[in-house]
Antibody, heavy 122, light 110 residues
């Protein structure tokens, strides 16, 4: 059974960089049959897709256009995990952040991490 | 990429059917059969209930069904039950190789 275990800080200061990790068990980050996503949710913005990475002979990355200048998603095959970095944080980035999985060649989320509540505040 | 448009709330009585629309454009909902729907109870993680417009994952009640016409996808809940009270979100693939969610609909069983 595949599981996603999230880790990272719950409080980050404005202008700093958020770093979250998602450890995968029961599958591999370099699987040819899955893509790995980051999604966030806030009361004001609802659910917001942030980006994804997947491996098909090489690594691919897709990011939400609104965040493209601030976001990086990195796979780490040595730890079998993937990470989210979001820089230049503002209070509007306060949200619950989820890592998630979709089957490759498909565009639905079939597995979610438990979520990490991130507050951006000084 | 703007969020897909969903009504903020829909309500119905037990046993009734309700439909939640999800409106996009030809670049997302209308252009691909890659619309999925998620149910989220308070404090819980979203749960996949429909994928690829009208397919139900194993274990999801057949009271949930999906369809699409033009740029609008729809989720129908038949035989509404108290346990269906939750937030519902649509998600669509976009031509820019990204994904976009709807704003969410709160379903109330009155």
């Amino acid at each position: 059974q595949v599981q996603l275990q999230q880790s990272g800080p719950g409080l980050v200061k404005p202008s700093q960089t958020l770093s979250l990790a998602c450890a995968i068990s029961g599958d591999t980050v370099s699987s040819n049959s899955a893509a790995w996503h980051w999604i966030r949710q806030s009361p004001s913005r609802g659910l917001e897709w942030l980006g994804r990475t997947y491996y098909r002979s090489k690594w691919y990355y897709d990011y939400a256009i609104s965040l493209k200048s601030r976001i990086t998603i990195n796979p780490d095959t040595s730890k079998n995990q993937f990470s989210l970095q979001l820089n230049s944080l503002t209070p509007e980035d306060t949200a619950v952040y989820y890592c998630a999985r979709s089957p490759i060649h498909y565009f639905y989320i079939d597995l979610w991490g438990k979520g990490t509540t991130v507050t951006v505040s000084s | 990429q703007s969020a897909l448009t969903q009504p903020a709330s829909v309500s119905g009585s037990p046993g009734q059917s309700i439909t939640i629309p999800c409106t996009g454009t030809s670049a997302d909902v209308g252009g691909y059969n890659y619309v999925s729907w998620y149910q989220q109870h308070p404090g819980k993680v979203p749960k996949l209930i429909i994928y690829d417009v009208s397919n139900r994952p194993s274990g999801v009640s057949n009271r949930f069904s999906g369809s699409k016409s033009g740029n609008t996808a729809s989720l129908t809940i038949s035989g509404l039950q108290a346990e269906d009270e939750a937030d519902y979100y649509c998600l669509s693939y976009v031509s820019s190789r990204t994904l976009v969610f709807g704003g969410g609909t709160k379903v109330t069983v009155v």
